[in-house]
């Protein structure tokens, strides 16, 4: 073919090729600026708590310090370390019995062990109340039993107690480290476990010897992720009556109006956080150097005899019945009676569309900033682009709480601007309109789940072959294009998954939705809350047994991944 | 057809200089062929005309206007350059006939339809069209892959080891067809490969890259003739080699007297290269006694290892068969003295070095 009319085409863009000023870094640029400006989006939250403490009324402070912190601070250290290690030894106990060992019902405990991550804190804690009152079904039980006529003769130590707290937290926390654990026993080298038989260790030495300090970087990512959940619950807590960090964050402001004094105690709170992340962190590069050095081969389970099975089966299931089994039946149980009782009422309705529809748009909220993020790390990589991946992950680090006294601030210093600009131009009284209108509580959700966006994206990006950029930008596209025409299609099922978890988990939001909600709005997790505070028991079971329904979505993906991965 | 011109080209990645100080010269039409070890750069430098990597120095020009140099950076969707990739990077989401639309968006519509179906029928696969890439098999993706990277007609086109996914037979076939259609459409061209073979085959002209740099570059034969360097020797195919010293212009090797060449001073050391194709075999007559102790039949050709005296190593001598040898017969070697390929000793230590630029003549 020689230099005919198609040809003709291509030569007609030469001067655009050879220009200049049409050239050079404008794509990419527009990427870092957008990138840059969700970094600052998602560090303005803290950077606002600071400024906020540092400018509080001094006078606050002695009284924080001398009433408040010392017994907050104590109290979230026990329950931290308590949580901590319980759920530790819960997690890894677990993990390591179904994989090494073959006993019936192993196969369904494997993935049934992660359910009670479908049960938030504050739902687990709602329902036990109820469960373990003096005069609920356990003890009614235990006593008729025992043969006991009534509450004042026998009954079970308070659940509303730090051991109750830490027990109860523990129950459905431990999955977190089941999760990181079991992935990480089952990439471990088999031939580690049969060398140090040979080497004279039993099977149970060899866990204890080789197993599991190989698995410690997996076990620091799951406790870290354990205790973050522990700092970010306020409804636990509160209904078990623990004075927390947390809950003095929230008591602070709403009881005291003091937003100062709430931003200070948030600002100790980072401390903790802090040490979590680079926890976090540290375990995650040192497991992926651990797995790497291995050969994948997988520990083959020992069969147990009939007495050990059995002892194995129920140890194994004890977690799955107090994490999920329980509460789960409890809230099916109290739901079928209300609604059997009253019918579903149109408040609950109204509530439940709230919730979707506040969830629905921080979900879509931080997917387009997730998208932002993820992508300029791959169509403008730098130190912009990976400053921003750095700071998306801000709002999951810290608690709700810490999170939504920042934004309150934000927003409600541009809502003032905004009411005064309206009355003084317009001479309109517009009231808060952001906060008023949801707004601030749909960035809370964008800037809190921003890491889960961010990470789906990232993940559905990798495994876009580079090779598929190139092509795409040497026929003509540029970034946006290929965007759209090439790594959105093909990412899709990344987006959608990373989707559910967020949208599931903005319904399941508490601490940030109680500190943000407009007046008289109520999602499905505030009006359990409120219930439950007020000891009112109407529509609650029926929310609660909606979020733990809609929780079970992403906890079913995670079950089938670790069926087939691996 | 556009020619295509690289001065003083560098690319660092992570400090460590992956490039410097190309140069690189494509005439309008002409098929130009990368060839290197694996890790030489080649690729880079391809990935750096096509623009899906910046330069740290140097220019880039297409028919003379400036693609990239200090403070121009043409993106690669402006440049008109087209580039078939190693893995074919076909769209799994969208058909061929997709793939083929996804680089016409700026024609119209109906434009760029016929435009694909025009390009998929001069490559004969205009059946593929409503096909997606995972139903095609490994030579039919190739295809495809170059019918996509010719339908918006660029002005070069680059390929990054277009063959190295096919196997045996077909690898044949496929670079046969590739070729007589890079023809047909006379567009200006860069391959990449690692194979000598296939550059000095498929090429106009042939540039050897090593260690991030150019060594020569020349025609096919030119370079297999006159490699200019010990390394160019041995890349492009295998070598006899012996060490020599230079006696009244001739040099003494175990297979006899060889013109040492011009610029050889008396009492020089040199290393001569004898090709296996270069000396005549014959179980008796004139020539250079030796016994075989090994034999391959490769075909075509059979190849021997021959034991000679003065020769620590097996000569190797590569003759069209049917040659009546076995191991144990002796036998008779003739060297064709016009093939002989004779280095300075010191052209050795330069070469390790990778200096200095030599050329060969013909370029």
Request: proline letters at 5%.
């Amino acid at each position: 073919m020689r230099l005919d009319g198609p040809v003709a085409v291509g030569l007609g863009d030469l001067d655009e090729v050879g220009d200049p000023t049409r050239s050079g870094i404008r794509p990419a640029l527009g990427w870092r600026v957008a990138a840059a400006a969700v970094a600052l989006l998602a560090a303005a939250p803290i950077l606002t708590l600071v400024v906020l403490a540092l400018d509080g009324s001094v006078g606050l402070w002695p009284h924080l310090v001398a009433h408040v912190l010392p017994r907050a601070a104590a109290n979230t250290a026990l329950l931290l370390a308590g949580v901590g290690s319980l759920a530790a030894g819960i997690g890894c106990g677990t993990a390591w019995l179904v994989t090494a060992y073959r006993f019936p019902g192993r196969g369904v405990l494997a993935w049934a062990l992660i359910l009670p991550l479908a049960i938030p804190t504050y739902i687990a804690a709602y329902a036990y109340l109820d469960v373990l009152h003096p005069v609920g079904p356990v003890q009614s039980w235990l006593r008729w039993l025992l043969g006991y006529q009534s509450a004042r003769e026998f009954r079970l130590p308070d659940i509303r107690s730090m051991t109750g707290c830490i027990l109860l937290l523990s129950f459905v926390l431990y999955p977190y480290v089941y999760l990181t654990t079991r992935a990480m026993f089952l990439t471990q080298a088999a031939t580690l476990i049969d060398a140090s038989r040979t080497l004279g260790a039993s099977y149970g030495a060899a866990f204890t010897r080789v197993a599991l300090p190989l698995a410690r970087p997996a076990i620091a990512v799951g406790v870290s992720l354990v205790l973050m959940e522990t700092l970010n619950d306020i409804g636990a807590s509160e209904f078990l009556g623990i004075q927390t960090l947390t809950v003095s964050i929230y008591a602070t402001w709403v009881n005291r109006s003091d937003l100062a004094g709430a931003a200070q105690i948030a600002l100790v709170l980072l401390v903790p956080v802090a040490g979590l992340v680079a926890a976090e962190r540290f375990g995650r590069r040192q497991r992926s150097f651990a797995a790497s050095a291995q050969r994948p081969r997988r520990l083959e389970p020992r069969p147990l005899g009939r007495t050990a099975g059995m002892l194995a089966l129920a140890l194994a299931s004890l977690p799955v019945l107090v994490g999920f089994v329980v509460p789960a039946a409890y809230l099916a149980w109290s739901a079928w009676a209300r609604i059997a009782f009253a019918g579903l009422s149109q408040g609950l309705l109204a509530t439940t569309w709230n919730t979707v529809s506040v969830s629905a748009a921080g979900t879509l909220g931080a997917l387009a900033l997730g998208l932002i993020v993820a992508y300029a790390g791959r169509a403008a990589p730098g130190r912009i682009a990976s400053l921003a991946a750095r700071l998306s992950l801000a709002g999951y680090a810290v608690p709700g709480t810490v999170l939504a006294i920042g934004v309150l601030y934000g927003v409600g210093a541009l809502d003032r601007a905004v009411a005064w600009a309206a009355s003084t131009l317009a001479g309109a009284s517009v009231g808060l309109v952001l906060i008023g209108s949801g707004a601030a509580m749909v960035l809370a959700y964008t800037l809190r789940f921003l890491a889960i966006a961010t990470g789906s994206v990232e993940g559905g990006l990798s495994r876009i072959p580079p090779s598929l950029d190139g092509a795409a930008r040497t026929m003509g596209a540029g970034t946006l294009r290929t965007l759209y025409a090439v790594h959105l299609p093909l990412a899709k099922p990344a987006l959608a998954s990373g989707a559910i978890l967020i949208f599931v988990d903005c319904m399941k939001e508490l601490p940030a939705t109680l500190l943000l909600r407009p007046l008289n709005f109520e999602t499905l997790a505030t009006r359990l809350y409120g219930e439950a505070a007020r000891g009112t028991y109407e529509d609650a079971s029926i929310a609660a047994l909606l979020i733990v329904l809609v929780s079970l979505l992403p906890v079913a993906v995670l079950a089938r991944l670790g069926q087939d991965g691996r | 057809m556009a020619s295509l011109s690289v001065r003083g080209l560098a690319k660092d990645i992570a400090g460590r200089s992956i490039l410097a100080g190309i140069d690189l010269d494509v005439a309008p039409g002409e098929i130009m062929c990368l060839v290197g070890e694996s890790g030489c750069g080649k690729s880079t430098l391809l990935r750096l005309i096509a623009g899906i990597e910046r330069p740290a120095a140097g220019e880039i020009r297409l028919d003379g206007s400036l693609l990239a140099g200090p403070h121009v950076f043409v993106e690669p969707e402006q440049r008109g350059i087209g580039l078939m990739f190693q893995d074919y990077a076909l769209f799994p989401h969208l058909t061929v006939g997709e793939n083929l639309a996804f680089g016409l968006a700026r024609l119209a519509r109906s434009e760029a339809r016929a435009r694909v179906g025009e390009t998929l029928e001069q490559l004969g696969i205009a059946h593929f069209a409503p096909r997606y890439p995972h139903m095609l098999s490994g030579g039919e993706q190739q295809r495809v892959a170059l019918a996509r990277a010719l339908a918006p007609r660029p002005r070069v086109l680059l390929m990054d080891e277009p063959f190295s996914n096919l196997d045996g037979r077909l690898r044949d076939a496929v670079r046969f067809e590739t070729l007589s259609i890079l023809r047909r459409f006379d567009i200006t061209t860069i391959l990449v490969t690692h194979d000598p073979e296939e550059a000095v085959m498929a090429a106009d002209r042939v540039t050897l890259m090593r260690a991030g740099r150019i060594m020569l570059t020349g025609r096919g034969r030119d370079l297999y003739a006159r490699p200019g360097s010990p390394y160019a020797a041995r890349f492009f195919g295998d070598c006899n080699e012996f060490a020599g010293v230079c006696r009244a212009g001739r040099v003494a090797t175990p297979l006899g007297l060889v013109p040492a060449g011009a610029g050889v001073t008396e009492g020089e050391e040199v290393r001569v290269f004898v090709r296996p194709g270069s000396i005549g075999l014959s179980g008796a007559g004139a020539g250079i006694a030796g016994r075989v102790v090994e034999h391959w039949f490769r075909g075509e050709v059979e190849q021997f290892g021959i034991e000679v005296d003065g020769s620590a190593k097996l000569v190797v001598v590569r003759a069209p068969g049917p040659v009546d040898l076995a191991p144990g017969d002796h036998c008779r070697l003739a060297v064709d003295v016009a093939r002989v390929i004779v280095f300075k000793a010191c052209d050795n230590i330069c070469d390790s070095r990778t200096e200095p630029w030599l050329t060969a003549a013909g370029a």
